[in-house]
């Protein structure tokens, strides 16, 4: 097969270098029971059920008639959205997929009974109407369901280490979070997915019962990442705000709603973990750990650096001194963590205004649809203003940290 033959033409010099920080596998409902076995049905049928069908909505995981993981892998590939796309079921296929992006790492998230179980486990008392034909301890279901496809994706880590499973890490105490982190570590796993609505084992990211976590993940490189699709459990307590006619009837895109309000609200548990973990300290104790934040776009962070910045400047000037931060919290989150980006999003705006040149990078979201068609042609011409350097932080060395060696 030639190589990058999806690749810009003007990417080519940096083919077979770029890091992808969020991808997806994009299994068909039709296929869980086959893959999973009869425990899973109960989740499946919901799916099909409450799914418009893939031709009506290439995000749909309800593909009739799925005739298997055999698209060509075209120069149109970036434009391929859905189950049907090539390595969205077959994994063993995503290395082929990824030389025709020109990709030599790839993180890979759950979509698929993980993405649903997950987003379920997270939702069923915010979004009670969330496969509502699920009946039951709902939560019980969901966490089993995600055991199951854990399990699996465990075991898909062996296929190549260009491709990157990213597990979800729950554990309701640090010690069973421990464990479960140990496990996924020794199986193989580069990165782990903590939800951002949740505190991890039931603790503060920068409380010192999570030290022993942060130092685990530190020391095997193994990288931990926030992602899209848990924000209904931090947002319960809010969901009162949202209980109003204009939010209503608008379209789920399976990891988030798009209504209004949850739009404008979808980053705000992501960016409370992360101030979280920068305020409280944790990259001072932990100099080699990043951290990912993915597919919850960049346009919030600017303002994120300026406020913590700010009070940190202020706090300072009045005589309060700093417990945990000998340098301003931006120098922290910019050596530390790092961002993907949609597509549609101001790449040398954010680079010009706000001093984010180092934390932003390229995410395909392969092949998901709000990643966006022929998302890399459009992330270029955004990025291109800003000179090759900057050009090749944002598709090769930001999003390496991410993605070690």
Same mark, same amino acid.
């Given at each position: 097969?030639?190589?990058?033959?999806?690749?810009?033409?003007?990417? *080519?010099?940096?083919?077979?270098?770029?890091?992808?920080?969020?991808?997806?596998?994009?299994?068909?409902?039709? /296929?869980?029971?086959?893959?999973?076995?009869?425990?899973?049905?109960?989740?499946?049928?919901?799916?099909?059920?409450?799914?418009?069908?893939?031709?009506?909505?290439?995000?749909? *995981?309800?593909?009739?008639?799925?005739?298997?993981?055999?698209?060509?892998?075209?120069?149109?590939?970036?434009?391929?959205?859905?189950?049907?796309?090539?390595?969205?079921?077959?994994?063993?296929?995503?290395?082929?997929?990824?030389?025709?992006?020109?990709?030599?790492?790839?993180?890979?998230?759950?979509?698929?009974?993980?993405?649903?179980?997950?987003?379920?486990?997270?939702?069923? !008392?915010?979004?009670?109407?969330?496969?509502?034909?699920?009946?039951?301890?709902?939560?019980?279901?969901?966490?089993?369901?995600?055991?199951?496809?854990?399990?699996?994706?465990?075991?898909?880590?062996?296929?190549?280490?260009?491709?990157?499973?990213?597990?979800?890490?729950?554990?309701?105490?640090? #010690?069973?979070?421990?464990?479960?982190?140990?496990?996924?570590?020794?199986?193989?796993?580069?990165?782990?997915?903590?939800?951002?609505?949740?505190?991890?084992?039931?603790?503060?990211?920068?409380?010192?019962?999570?030290?022993?976590?942060?130092?685990?993940?530190? !020391?095997?490189?193994?990288?931990?990442?926030?992602?899209?699709?848990?924000?209904?459990?931090?947002?319960?307590?809010?969901?009162?705000?949202?209980?109003?006619?204009?939010?209503?009837?608008?379209?789920?895109?399976?990891?988030?709603?798009?209504?209004?309000?949850? /739009?404008?609200?979808? %980053?705000?548990?992501?960016?409370?973990?992360?101030?979280?973990?920068?305020?409280?300290?944790?990259?001072?104790? *932990?100099?080699?750990?990043?951290?990912?934040?993915?597919?919850?776009?960049?346009?919030?962070?600017?303002?994120?650096?300026? /406020?913590?910045?700010?009070?940190?400047?202020?706090?300072?000037?009045?005589?309060?001194?700093?417990? /945990?931060?000998?340098?301003?919290?931006? #120098?922290?989150?910019?050596?530390?963590?790092?961002?993907?980006?949609?597509?549609?999003?101001?790449?040398?705006? %954010?680079?010009?205004?706000?001093?984010?040149?180092?934390?932003?990078?390229?995410?395909?979201? %392969?092949?998901?649809?709000?990643?966006?068609?022929?998302?890399?042609?459009?992330? %270029?011409?955004?990025?291109?203003?800003?000179?090759?350097?900057?050009?090749?932080?944002?598709?090769?060395?930001?999003?390496?940290?991410?993605?070690?060696?």
């Amino acid at each position: 097969m030639s190589q990058a033959i999806a690749l810009p033409q003007e990417l *080519h010099p940096l083919a077979g270098r770029i890091h992808d920080v969020d991808s997806h596998e994009m299994m068909p409902a039709q /296929t869980w029971v086959d893959l999973f076995g009869s425990e899973v049905k109960e989740i499946a049928d919901a799916v099909i059920e409450t799914s418009t069908p893939w031709e009506r909505d290439n995000n749909s *995981h309800n593909v009739p008639g799925y005739a298997g993981d055999v698209m060509e892998i075209a120069p149109t590939l970036m434009d391929v959205k859905g189950p049907p796309a090539p390595g969205a079921f077959d994994i063993a296929r995503r290395t082929d997929v990824m030389d025709a992006m020109g990709v030599s790492r790839q993180l890979m998230f759950p979509t698929g009974l993980g993405g649903w179980a997950m987003t379920l486990l997270m939702h069923h !008392e915010f979004d009670p109407g969330m496969l509502s034909a699920i009946k039951g301890d709902r939560r019980a279901k969901a966490t089993r369901w995600l055991g199951i496809y854990n399990d699996w994706l465990l075991s898909q880590a062996k296929l190549s280490d260009r491709i990157r499973p990213v597990p979800t890490l729950i554990g309701d105490s640090v #010690e069973e979070l421990m464990a479960e982190a140990r496990r996924m570590i020794d199986a193989g796993i580069r990165a782990v997915m903590l939800p951002p609505a949740i505190a991890p084992g039931g603790r503060s990211p920068a409380h010192p019962d999570l030290e022993p976590f942060w130092t685990l993940l530190e !020391e095997a490189r193994c990288v931990p990442v926030l992602h899209l699709g848990s924000e209904g459990k931090f947002f319960e307590p809010l969901k009162v705000w949202r209980d109003a006619p204009a939010f209503e009837g608008y379209r789920s895109l399976g990891e988030f709603s798009s209504d209004p309000w949850y /739009t404008a609200m979808v %980053y705000v548990p992501a960016q409370n973990f992360v101030q979280t973990m920068v305020l409280g300290g944790v990259f001072v104790r *932990h100099p080699d750990l990043c951290l990912g934040v993915i597919e919850i776009g960049a346009y919030w962070v600017g303002q994120m650096l300026r /406020t913590m910045n700010l009070w940190f400047n202020v706090l300072q000037s009045m005589g309060v001194p700093g417990k /945990t931060l000998p340098q301003p919290p931006s #120098e922290f989150l910019k050596r530390h963590v790092r961002f993907s980006v949609f597509p549609w999003e101001d790449l040398a705006g %954010y680079v010009e205004n706000d001093d984010m040149e180092d934390v932003i990078c390229f995410a395909s979201d %392969y092949p998901h649809l709000e990643g966006g068609h022929d998302m890399i042609n459009k992330m %270029y011409a955004s990025i291109a203003p800003c000179g090759p350097e900057v050009i090749e932080k944002f598709f090769v060395t930001n999003g390496a940290i991410l993605l070690p060696d």
